[in-house]
């Protein structure tokens, strides 16, 4: 079964720091890529997502991934992060032949002003 | 405004007890899920339909059931059977089975 792994489970830092999360999937095939953030008290919102072409995806808020097929990767990065960035960040990917998404375990990202 | 809703947002239960938790899409989306989060474990899939009048089990369904008589609606019941009920509930729907979910606000259910 396919499976996605977040192994950051909580990052914490401080405004203006580099932030990236990592994203890793199982599936070897063409695979469809999301990541979706939760702020507290919010609903789950997508962040941005990866169909296919440019591996590097911009997404709302000043996000971003990119996509390293070799690696099986699709990283969320932002090169400087606000205090309203604290949120909980989940990947999730599809692959063509499936019907559901598969979501990681989350990340808890808290930032300190 | 189109989107989706959750009701009630929070909903307290005895044990033993079955409990619906609604959930209505007025996206004209085709595909409608019911997700399970608990901390540390991300989403987990509960059911999901493609179509009205079908629905499949994702990868938790024991101890859970559902229904999808209108496009909108996609009612959860959370029977007596499933051991540990207590979680938030998240319904989604989509446009394909493959393309971005859009969520709902969730419903905290607390069973004691």
């Known amino acids: 079964a396919q499976s996605v792994s977040q192994h950051n489970h909580h990052v914490i830092l401080s405004e203006a720091a580099s932030l990236e999360l990592g994203c890793n999937y199982s599936?070897?095939?063409?695979?469809?890529l999301f990541w979706y953030v939760q702020y507290p008290g919010q609903h789950l919102q997508l962040l941005l997502k990866?169909?296919?072409?440019?591996?590097l995806v911009k997404g709302i808020k000043g996000f971003e991934a990119e996509f390293i097929k070799s690696k099986f990767s699709f990283n969320l990065r932002k090169p400087s992060v606000q205090w309203s960035d604290t949120a909980e960040y989940f990947c999730?990917?599809?692959?063509?032949?499936?019907?559901?998404?598969?979501f990681g375990q989350g990340t808890r990202l808290t930032i300190n002003p | 405004d189109g989107g989706i809703t959750q009701s009630p947002k929070y909903l307290f239960r005895k044990e033993g007890q079955n409990v619906t938790l609604s959930c209505e899409q007025n996206?004209?989306?085709?595909?409608m899920y019911w997700y399970r989060q608990d901390p540390g474990q991300g989403l987990r899939l509960i059911y999901y339909?493609?179509?009205?009048?079908?629905?499949q089990k994702g990868d938790i369904a024991e101890g859970y059931s559902v229904s999808r008589e209108k496009k909108e609606s996609f009612p959860l019941t959370v029977t007596s059977a499933q051991k540990n009920p207590t979680a938030f509930y998240l319904c989604?729907?989509?446009?394909?089975?493959?393309?971005?979910?859009?969520f709902g606000p969730g419903t905290r259910l607390t069973v004691t």
């Open positions: 339909s493609q179509i009205v009048n079908d629905f």
């Open positions: 990866y169909f296919s072409g440019d591996p």
């Open positions: 989604a729907s989509s446009i394909g089975q493959r393309t971005e979910q859009y």
């Open positions: 599936y070897g095939g063409t695979v469809n």
């Open positions: 999730a990917v599809t692959d063509q032949g499936a019907q559901k998404l598969v």
């Open positions: 996206l004209n989306h085709d595909a």
